[in-house]
Structures are given as C-alpha cells and as structure tokens.
C-alpha cells in the first residue's frame, strides 16, 4: 500500500486548509486510517483517526473542534478539513493505515505512511 499525502502550505492564524491522503495498491475497503503531525524538534502525535466506514473517528484534544477526517472509499482517499489554524498546528502532517476494523490512535499501529506534507501556520 501506497500513501500520497498533499494539500499543505503557508496560511495565517484563522485560516483554513484542506489534507488529502490518496492510497493506492492492495487497498482493503477494511481499513482504518489516522493523520499523525510532527513539529520541529517534537516527537510525532496521533491527530485524527477513522475507522473503515467513516462512522467512528476520533481527534487528539488539541484538533477537537476544529478539525475533521473523513474518507471515500470509493475514491480510496482520506481528508483533514483543518479550520481556524493555529501558529501550534504548525507541522509536518503524516497519513498512515493499517487493515482493521477498529480506528487507533497508537503510532504503531499503522503499519503504512505517507511522506508527509508541511503545514506552517503563521501568526
């Protein structure tokens, strides 16, 4: 499985900005996906996750809010609506998946990334 991560760039405070994560190869419809951030010199977070079907998601409590993932599976494709954006959203915004029925939250989890793409928030 491939993932292919765009949408970033340069906004001011308050803007918004939409993450796309397209996934291509031996895609399962069975699986759950999740965008993960790392900003300079910080470890990477868990951001927002979603399980097979779109029903379930869940949001790490900084992006609660104000962000929102979504899929389609039709188009094999995950997004991160991201608004009113903050100089702290300020990252490099990695997708990843792994094949399950139940969205997690946990890095190792997901056993496939993307290569990242950089969102800068000025103030």
């Known amino acids: 499985v491939q993932l292919q991560a765009s949408g970033g760039g340069l906004v001011q405070a308050g803007a918004s900005l939409r993450l796309s994560c397209a996934a291509s190869?031996?895609?399962?419809?069975?699986?759950?996906m999740g965008w993960f951030r790392q900003a300079p010199g910080k470890e990477r977070d868990f951001v927002a996750g979603?399980?097979?079907?779109?029903?379930?998601?869940v949001y790490a409590d900084s992006v609660r809010g104000r962000f929102t993932i979504s899929r389609d599976n039709a188009k094999n494709t995950v997004y991160l609506q991201m608004n009113s954006l903050k100089p702290e959203d300020t990252a490099v915004y990695y997708c990843?998946?792994?094949?399950?029925?139940?969205?997690?939250?946990?890095?190792?989890?997901?056993?496939?990334w993307g290569q990242g793409t950089l969102v800068t928030v000025s103030s």
């Open positions: 990843a998946a792994n094949v399950g029925v139940l969205v997690s939250q946990k890095e190792r989890q997901y056993d496939y």
């Open positions: 190869g031996r895609t399962s419809s069975r699986s759950f």
């Open positions: 979603i399980n097979w079907s779109g029903i379930s998601t």
